[in-house]
């Protein structure tokens, strides 16, 4: 199964550009308004044309390929740390490299969040208790993924 793998920055992508975009495999996207044509893998809203953007090959011979389909989000709002009212970092931690994995790690320990202000007082706990009771320079996370209104 393939997938798009797409970190979202603040210049999310826009919808003319799946032939800029690449597969796990490294195959650049080709847009096409028939969805079974798409021999691999395919995603939706990544095509000013309003077709869908194909990873693989472009093969209408049998009528109906059984590609892999997903639909394209924008990036979501990022929430900065002057936002959530971080305190400073205790010490500055020199950049050691592009990263080479990510990680996802879920904290479910019954502490749910479900506005902007609780959530930024959960987060602002859970830096508290990293720099004052772990002895760590800052918050253990370089990104949080949550939860707006149900979204």
Not at 12 to 34: I, K, P, Y
Not at 40 to 66: A, K, M, Q, W
Not at 101 to 120: A, K, L
């Amino acid at each position: 199964m393939y997938q798009l793998i797409h970190l979202c920055s603040k210049s999310s992508l826009v919808a003319a550009q799946c032939e800029f975009t690449t597969d796990a495999d490294n195959r650049h996207g080709f847009c096409t308004l028939d969805q079974f044509c798409c021999k691999g893998f395919s995603v939706n809203n990544l095509c000013s044309t309003g077709g869908v953007c194909c990873y693989g090959s472009y093969d209408c011979s049998s009528g109906s390929n059984p590609s892999v389909h997903q639909t394209y989000s924008p990036c979501p709002e990022i929430i900065t740390r002057q936002r959530w009212r971080a305190r400073d970092a205790s010490n500055v931690v020199p950049s050691i490299g592009p990263a080479e994995h990510v990680f996802i790690h879920h904290t479910d320990d019954g502490n749910t969040c479900f506005s902007e202000d609780t959530c930024g007082v959960r987060i602002r706990s859970l830096q508290s208790y990293h720099q004052l009771n772990k002895g760590w320079t800052d918050i253990a996370w370089n990104f949080l993924i949550g939860c707006k209104k149900g979204k």
